[in-house]
């Protein structure tokens, strides 16, 4: 079954304004992965916060994780038009040999 | 110097036919994946190999059979194809011990 869900399903914003997508997960993890993927391409890896880490910043970028309640989000702040793109969060599985997905976030950032 | 490459991009294929789809990956990975992503842009697993040994193979038919020559090249064939085939299918690798995945940009896979 879907490891996954992500919400909102979508979003769209005014350029500048501040992005959050949320993620659940069921099952307990080593880590939690945020991807992005634009339009047409594959996906590409953004961040990544260990189980025993509540917060990562990397750039406009920040992630929290709440393994209580099998949460985390992912917060882009000063958001741009080419932020425009879906986000997946993904859980590692199987001792870290697979990812499991949720079902994305498609983020509209509009100039 | 595409770190993951996938050929082809696009393929559009009767029912019944066999199909080929070819990955590599330059990045000295030595796990790599075939993932498909449907129309709802759910993405899911259906194989991964290390060091050409198969390591995953989640429910998948039969009719897919993955092939890894050596370690840095993951090929899938597809016989007999469906309808239901039809997907983006991504092939990604990763380095031991190390979470990230890298993915390839994808094929775009139409079944009529």
């Known amino acids: 079954s879907q490891q996954g869900e992500e919400d909102p399903q979508a979003l769209s914003i005014q350029e500048g304004e501040n992005a959050t997508m949320n993620c659940s997960y069921k099952?307990?993890?080593?880590?939690l992965q945020w991807y992005r993927q634009n339009s047409g391409r594959g996906l590409v890896h953004l961040i990544l916060?260990?189980?025993?880490?509540r917060e990562k910043h990397s750039g406009r970028l920040r992630v929290t994780l709440d393994t209580s309640k099998k949460s985390s989000s992912l917060l882009i702040t000063a958001s741009r038009a080419a932020d425009t793109a879906s986000y997946f969060c993904a859980t590692d599985g199987e001792g870290g040999n697979k990812l499991v997905f949720g079902a994305g976030t498609i983020l509209r950032v509009k100039s | 110097d595409t770190a993951v490459s996938q050929t082809p991009k696009y393929l559009v294929t009767q029912m019944g036919n066999d199909k080929s789809i070819k990955c590599e990956q330059n990045?000295?990975?030595?796990?790599m994946y075939w993932y498909k992503q449907d129309s709802k842009k759910f993405l899911k697993i259906m194989f991964s190999?290390?060091?050409?040994?198969?390591?995953i193979n989640e429910t998948v038919p039969n009719r897919f059979s993955p092939k890894s020559p050596d370690k840095a090249h993951l090929n899938l064939h597809i016989n007999s194809l469906e309808l239901g085939d039809s997907a983006v299918y991504f092939c990604?690798?990763?380095?031991?011990?190390?979470?990230?995945?890298?993915f390839g940009p994808g094929t775009r896979l139409t079944v009529l």
């Open positions: 190999y290390n060091n050409k040994e198969l390591i």
């Open positions: 990604a690798s990763r380095s031991p011990g190390v979470s990230e995945q890298f």
């Open positions: 916060i260990r189980s025993n880490e």
């Open positions: 990045l000295g990975h030595d796990t």
């Open positions: 099952t307990s993890i080593n880590n």
